[in-house]
DNA sequence: AGCAAAATTTGAATCGATCCAACGAAAGTG
DNA sequence: CACTTTCGTTGGATCGATTCAAATTTTGCT
């Protein structure tokens, strides 16, 4: 019963049952891919043949270089692989790319890599039928390598004015005024800035000249709303402490130190992300400053995260989840032109913000 | 400069610049395989046609089929794609899977659908070189399907006695008797369980015969398990209610109205998921029941949620990232026989479980 | 220059299927 | 019965690369 399939490990091919069952190859692919045109006895006899002979249908990997399309679509990162289920603004968007492929029957292939090599190599060799590339850093290279490919690809946050790639972005600048103006309307003064990078590789307090070279548009750009609307009040910029993070725990957390080391500390974080936002609101807990009767502050994304922390964290949401929709959309339905986007974000008011004490 | 690659359509191939650049397919191919054996004069002639007529590199399409390995791995289960970023379970073992692809340079292909016709094509098409299957519903379907691929694979958590399936699992027989054990040192004499699916699609409480032809060995050792432990200490199987649900919501909280609207409520809830438990948890709660003190919950699986519920739950933890690992390695080394691992749980006490009042 | 050894390049074979024009046989038609 | 359709089958061409034994060119040495 269980048949020769066990030790057996030279690989059978179609045309290998196609002799066995005394047919051409052409009609042994047929009885596998349109049975319908096959005589019914023939058919059986190839069916037969093929499980006798251990044949587990035909193999993609030969289907695939004729049909041309892998359907399936990349996700590229530069982080590792784990990032796609580890971090929250991953996860969400990921959802929202899932949604997408299921409902139109593609499928997803995780590319990413520990190292910078293997990376290359990894998206110069993906089977896919395009890439959607995740850039938070390093993702100009990201892009570049996606280019090369020649396939359809869009850029999902791109930290780049580069007109000549797709890419589906929030308005950062208006999303980080609208999270200033939250802050100046409650009477807030006194602000500090938790930054996303402006360039790799390095952390801490940020120099005007700095921003002006600042590698990632993205940032640059959230620090513009922020203080484009603080001087409406009229904070000088000059006055704001900015501290550029990796965006980790670690540096978060030096940042806070630093902010709270000085003579006048701020009432308000302006964080670019939710995720050092929520390390604020534990480093200050920890510290004994209360939230938001001490220190208010405001995140910058909308992870789920947000929602359920402790207070609750005011944050400026994007729409993630569509982001992930429209950016499978512009894979599949890759027509002529590059697509941009730019979707609006939200402020989302939770309890993690509120009027400076006196 | 930006040349003619923008509106040019027809797919340029390495034959096409080998002829461009007056060389041999082979030396083509060289190029950019292992440029070092190519004369560094030939090797920029064919690299400057290769620019020139906008070749993208070597298509894998091409190469998959020679080199014969697809360097990824393929994850499927029966669940849409979004079940891998959503589900607490899930995540965790994805998180795992992921570390070890790294480590080893491997990429991960996601593979499901929406439809089951659907997800038998998927799988039949799926370009990896293994398959790990979630097996959560319908398991013995997709493993019957991985089968069919003929390449190696694995079953995760798999209901299944059937030796020629390679499977990675807990220890459920062990894991429930450690959790019953908890409850009965702690005091606890009556009890209820909140049960997995036992056979596809119904819910509700069941019945011994049942459980005796349960589908699901998982669903059914757990409870083997829980019974054995309990029986220790005088209580008798039949006067545990067990309430089979479908592991979500809704049937969870049928299960709690139904377990709870009897003469002599249960003390202690023993749930086959975490999930279960968190929903446990928060139906007592909002039915003004104090957990641990009116009510016990232990729960199963050990995701990161329970250690942040509100009270933290007692589960038994499944070394789930661990499982993750074996996986992936089981598939990259498939090496001769099936291999079978039964890893052990570990029970983690947290402040869901207490003494009974009085 | 003469010859062996080393370095490059060539081109046919192969990977595993699908597609399609052409062909043979069976069925239908006048 | 000859003649067109219809149905099934055949086998060569193709998808886009890699591989490797053999052919060719270079280099090294006396």
């Known amino acids: 019963m269980a048949s020769l399939t066990a030790g057996n490990r030279r690989p059978v091919r179609l045309a290998d049952i196609a002799k066995a069952a005394g047919v051409s190859h052409g009609t042994a692919s047929n009885v596998f891919s349109r049975p319908e045109i096959v005589r019914e006895e023939v058919r059986e006899r190839v069916r037969a043949a093929a499980e006798a002979m251990g044949y587990g249908g035909p193999d993609p990997k030969g289907r695939l270089l004729r049909a041309g399309k ?195 500390p701020p009432t308000a974080i302006l964080a670019m992300s939710d995720r050092m936002a929520l390390v604020a609101l534990e480093w200050l807990n920890a510290r004994g400053l209360n939230v938001p009767n001490d220190v208010s502050v405001v995140g910058f994304d909308g992870v789920p995260e947000a929602a359920v922390s402790e207070p609750p964290l005011t944050t400026i949401a994007q729409p993630i989840a569509e982001m992930g929709r429209l950016a499978v959309k512009a894979i599949l339905e890759s027509d002529g032109p590059v697509s941009r986007h730019q979707l609006a974000v939200e402020l989302i008011v939770r309890a993690s913000s509120a009027p400076p004490r006196g």
Chains 1, 2 share one sequence.
């Open 70 to 264: 892998v359907n399936a679509i990349g996700v590229a990162t530069a982080e590792p692989l784990s990032y796609f289920f580890e971090d929250p603004f991953a996860r969400v968007m990921m959802a929202g790319i899932s949604r997408a492929c299921d409902a139109t029957g593609a499928g997803i292939s995780l590319v990413s890599a520990a190292n910078n090599e293997q990376l290359a190599w990894n998206i110069q060799s993906a089977l896919v039928d395009g890439f959607i590339v995740f850039c938070i850093e390093g993702g100009s290279r990201l892009v570049e390598l996606a280019r090369e490919r020649r396939l359809p690809f869009v850029a999902l946050d791109l930290d780049s004015e580069d007109g000549s790639v797709a890419a589906i972005g929030v308005d950062n600048i208006a999303g980080a005024g609208r999270a200033a103006r939250h802050l100046t309307d409650l009477g807030h003064r006194r602000f500090a800035v938790l930054a996303l990078p402006f360039a790799d590789g390095r952390t801490g307090l940020v120099s005007a000249e700095q921003i002006r070279v600042a590698a990632y548009a993205g940032t640059r750009d959230r620090l513009t709303g922020y203080l484009q609307e603080l001087s409406r009040v009229g904070v000088e910029a000059s006055k704001v402490p900015v501290y550029e993070t990796a965006n980790d725990v670690a540096s978060t957390k030096a940042g806070l130190e630093t902010i709270f080391a000085a003579d006048a």
